[in-house]
């Protein structure tokens, strides 16, 4: 008997409010450690119509220019002109950080955590990213509307939108996608004003020039498509919907196909394990399923602040592993300094990359090897299958 079920994950483009926030704190610490390795960063953005605010805690010798760097990115994003409701020449810009507390520095000085918490590293073999599918597909549908957007191929979008893909699962393994969601921001001439919605010419071109060449073999005669649902798009960005940093958490991890220890990454350095410890987790993870020691793996990591090493190892194969759980616990023990100061060093989180963290906000922090997404390496492999029995 074939078991079925269905799966749906969601993305959003890099001008969705909070993806924009998300952007805006991560090129604040980039900026940081392009002047300072060792600056500390814990950085918030919020935004809504006409303002963004940067707050939070920064302590370094260099200088940031938040007004300049604001400016900077919401042009690159596309927030050009008032007619997509956010203009970078015009929009207010607040800079409310300080210095870190004293109290936190003095745990990490000592090589400890930056915070208390669990963090969450997952791979499987669904895709050659070692991902979900879902997430997958949709992380890359979000890119595509920015594309064509960007390229000019479909100048009508604007910034703002969003993607969702459902999948079904045939006995573990994904084999079709059911349903497609697609809503974007554009101008008001694809309005049918008659009709009070978008026309079915852009309803078709969004399918055919967004979603087929992403999805391509997943679609059948069944697959349905939901674009704009409402009917049109035409507030969106900050005008329509409030942002601020930390809010797509599913997004920037595994779509829900695993768990997530609940803190968020953006704008926040290496010594804050919840962003650090995820990325090992997840760096971990990845060896071990491109070792073909399990064929998904899940691995928790808990934490104390000022204490260097985990208070637990979680590893989960799901049935998968070709060696047990627990003996997986021992070889991640042998092989991985699960220390903040292992963690930063082996996976060179202080090393400057240009744009490498404002990279990781938008469209997923996991499954991308691009420039600095160095905890995507798979050189661990043959360490890890010699264990192998």
């Known amino acids: 008997m074939t078991n079925k079920y269905l799966f749906t994950s969601e993305s959003v483009t890099e001008g969705h409010p909070d993806k924009v926030c998300d952007q805006m704190s991560d090129t604040v610490l980039d900026d940081v450690l392009r002047q300072d390795a060792k600056g500390r960063v814990a950085c918030e953005t919020y935004i809504t119509m006409g303002l963004v605010i940067v707050g939070g805690e920064i302590t370094t010798t260099g200088y940031v220019d938040i007004h300049g760097l604001c400016r900077k990115l919401l042009e690159r994003i596309g927030y050009t002109h008032p007619k997509y409701g956010f203009d970078y020449h015009t929009c207010a810009v607040l800079n409310a950080i300080h210095t870190q507390s004293p109290d936190i520095a003095k745990g990490v000085d000592r090589g400890g955590a930056g915070d208390q918490g669990m963090m969450f590293g997952y791979a499987c073999n669904e895709t050659s990213e070692l991902m979900p599918l879902p997430i997958t ?119 829900g196909m695993a768990p997530h220890g609940g803190g968020a990454f953006s704008g926040k350095d290496p010594t804050k394990v919840d962003r650090s410890a995820s990325y090992m987790a997840r760096y971990i993870a990845k060896n071990i399923v491109a070792a073909e020691i399990a064929d998904k793996c899940l691995i928790q990591l808990a934490y104390v602040i000022g204490n260097p090493d985990p208070l637990s190892i979680l590893v989960d194969t799901y049935g998968t592993g070709r060696i047990t759980n627990a003996e997986l616990i021992d070889v991640i023990r042998d092989n991985f300094d699960l220390t903040p100061r292992g963690i930063i060093e082996k996976l060179q989180l202080r090393k400057y990359y240009p744009n490498r963290y404002v990279n990781t906000a938008a469209y997923g922090h996991f499954g991308r090897e691009e420039d600095g997404f160095t905890w995507e390496k798979r050189d661990r492999v043959k360490d890890l299958a010699k264990y192998i029995k």
Do not use: W
């Open 137 to 255: 597909l949709s992380q890359r549908l979000a890119r595509r509307l920015a594309e064509v957007r960007k390229k000019g191929i479909l100048d009508y979008l604007g910034p703002d939108g969003k993607s969702q893909v459902t999948v079904e699962y045939q006995n573990g393994k994904p084999k079709r996608v059911t349903s497609v969601v697609l809503a974007f921001q554009h101008t008001d001439v694809i309005v049918d004003k008659k009709k009070d919605m978008i026309t079915e010419k852009a309803r078709q071109e969004i399918i055919d020039k967004v979603a087929r060449p992403i999805l391509k073999n997943y679609l059948d005669k069944e697959t349905k498509f939901y674009v704009n649902q409402t009917g049109k798009f035409l507030i969106g960005g900050p005008q329509s919907d409030t942002g601020m940093t930390g809010r797509k958490i599913i997004v920037d991890t595994y779509g």
